[in-house]
């Protein structure tokens, strides 16, 4: 898929994101927020050299953490999204997963979070 339509999709995932979060589905709202970043580090993956066929945002996300060079902020943002849950279905981690994948997509792609 070519980059505006992988924009578009971020913008949706976004938005299902915080509807999701608004209702209270906080779980719906991480899972959004991954599928998002994944689709960010696929444009970002499409662009550069690194070729790699993983698919699912899962998968991006620990293969960009795990690349050399990646700045220190971004890699901690990937890695948070790609923690799994407890088994309380606690996040291991106090930062919040929406803010981690604006952070990642706006370092990534040239995206700015619809209103």
């Not at 209270?24 to 991480?30: F, H, K, L, P």
């Not at 599928?35 to 580090?41: C, H, M, Q």
């Not at 971004?74 to 790609?82: G, V």
Request: glycine share 8%; net charge positive; charged share 30%.
């Amino acid at each position: 898929m070519d980059p505006e339509g992988l924009l578009s999709q971020i913008e949706d995932e976004m938005k299902m994101a915080r509807q999701s979060r608004a209702r209270g589905n906080e779980g719906r709202a991480r899972v959004c927020a991954r599928r998002a970043a994944g689709l960010a580090i696929q444009i970002y993956r499409d662009r550069s050299a690194n070729v790699n066929r993983t698919v699912g945002a899962y998968g991006l996300l620990r293969w960009f953490a795990s690349l050399p060079g990646v700045e220190e902020e971004l890699r901690a943002s990937a890695e948070r999204l790609a923690m799994r849950v407890t088994r309380e279905h606690v996040l291991p981690h106090p930062q919040d997963p929406l803010a981690d994948a604006v952070l990642l997509i706006q370092g990534l792609v040239d995206w700015k979070p619809g209103i």
